[in-house]
């Protein structure tokens, strides 16, 4: 055997799950097609995309609140869009170039081209100029990630009709944009053109943005995205999607069910990944696939294939980043020997828009359909000192706690440091606290984290100090 390890997918998780590998003393290899490491996060996602939603966030700040804060800017700020993109861009190398040292670093062979199983123990890897070599390993590793998912009557030019992909890195400032889908991707990277002067219109199927998250999330979000200035319609479902040279023009059912259309510069489609499993030659192999095309694992991510492994958006679970790297570890110290273990449901799922969103656990609905007891404790921003200082009181932490044990059953943010927060709620669950033991912590004044006890005192006998 070439190795002990090969991981397909230089992402989070594969990247990550290398560097353990590497560190328990495996001979591990990376394969990589692209020219840079890590993957759709690093590249065309969490990294680039939080790079515009902050300098956004600075733009839409300067141009609108500056006076309310006692500045006095003299003149009017106006943004390069080109500087603001070749912005984005320095951070993704500075990123991806760090993972080019992490991997040197570790010492991990880094097999750049296309990778393909030949047999169970074997993998082809084809290079730009159509070399191809073969390797051999102990185990295998499939971190190949996701792709933007589409609608069976929408066609994708990536000029007009466009992915997130394409939307990061648009030639100039759109003056319109249609976002089809109000999950995370579509209001985050709604609001950063929104911010930065395009008319948004974001169009959701279900009857709120969000709408995977607590339903009280949904609403909060709606009304911020509408005081940015963005057009949100929800239960409204699209027919049609039509690119044209200068303009792209949308059909849609409205909430009566009449057929309405609009017209935009620009038209993203959001409504979702897809695992890329495609081309990787597991039909040479005893790998098996479900309906959805994702890679079939068990608990251990193992395959029907004992010596293959799968991680990451390949695979069942939330498409999550961190998600993939937690795997990446679990799969690299369980070939160690070792006894890993991740509490799937204490996964933070976090937005980055303004306020921020965040969430952990279990929300009202699944614990209503599990017939779990349970008891909300929830706590405006608007009672927070720090918050108001900061002309940052949207929002609100809801707790979720067991109406028996008081267990920490689930937290949800909107609002300042919202993704940061959360943590605090993630440690605490680890250690199954209950909403007392929070209550009962001394928190440092004044923080927004305060606002998180305060929602923990609200659900322990609703006593909130400050509400």
């Known amino acids: ?268 489609v959001s409504v979702g990944r897809r695992p890329f499993t495609d081309g990787l030659g597991l039909e040479h192999t005893s790998v098996e696939k479900d309906d959805w095309n994702r890679i079939k694992s068990d608990d251990d991510m193992r395959t029907t294939a004992a010596h293959i492994f799968a991680i990451g958006d390949v695979t069942t679970g939330p498409m999550l980043a961190h998600k993939a790297e937690e795997e990446g570890v679990y799969v690299a110290e369980l070939l160690a020997g070792q006894k890993p273990h991740i509490q799937y449901n204490l996964i933070p799922l976090a937005v980055y828009t303004s306020p921020e969103v965040a969430s952990i656990g279990y929300g009202e609905t699944a614990l209503a359909d599990q017939n779990i007891p349970f008891k909300t404790g929830k706590f405006p921003f608007k009672g927070n000192g720090r918050a108001v200082a900061s002309s940052e009181a949207n929002g609100f932490v809801k707790v979720l706690a067991h109406r028996d044990t008081d267990e920490i059953l689930g937290v949800h943010i909107i609002g300042p440091k919202a993704t940061e927060m959360i943590h605090e709620a993630a440690i605490a669950m680890e250690f199954k606290a209950s909403a007392e033991d929070i209550a009962r912590t001394c928190f440092a004044h004044p923080t927004v984290s305060e606002a998180f006890k305060e929602a923990c005192l609200a659900a322990t006998e609703d006593r909130a100090i400050h509400m």
């Open 1 to 268: 055997m070439n190795y002990d390890v090969i991981i397909v997918g230089s992402g989070p998780g594969g990247y990550v799950c290398a560097i353990r590998c590497a560190q328990l003393g495996m001979k591990t290899a990376l394969v990589e097609r692209y020219s840079t490491l890590g993957g759709t996060c690093l590249n065309v996602g969490c990294i680039p995309s939080k790079a515009l939603l902050d300098m956004s966030e600075k733009y839409h700040f300067s141009t609108h609140d500056f006076a309310s804060f006692g500045f006095d800017v003299s003149g009017s700020i106006s943004i390069n869009f080109g500087r603001f993109i070749e912005r984005k861009n320095q951070v993704v190398h500075q990123i991806t170039s760090g993972v080019d040292f992490l991997m040197k670093k570790n010492k991990i062979d880094l097999l750049k081209g296309y990778g393909r199983f030949v047999d169970d123990h074997t993998l082809e890897v084809q290079g730009e100029d159509g070399t191809k070599n073969q390797y051999t390993a102990k185990n295998f590793v499939i971190a190949t990630g996701s792709k933007p998912a589409t609608l069976p009557f929408i066609t994708i030019d990536k000029k007009r009709v466009i992915t997130s992909t394409e939307a990061l890195s648009l030639p100039k400032l759109p003056k319109t944009m249609i976002v089809i889908g109000g999950g995370v991707i579509g209001v985050e990277l709604g609001s950063v053109y929104a911010r930065l002067g395009t008319e948004v219109t974001i169009i959701e199927y279900m009857d709120r943005l969000l709408p995977g998250m607590d339903k009280d999330i949904g609403k909060e979000m709606g009304r911020a995205l509408k005081k940015l200035g963005i057009k949100v319609m929800t239960k409204t479902e699209v027919t049609a999607v039509k690119g044209k040279p200068r303009s792209v023009e949308v059909s849609y059912k409205n909430k009566k069910g009449e057929e309405e259309s609009m017209k935009a510069e620009y038209c993203m």
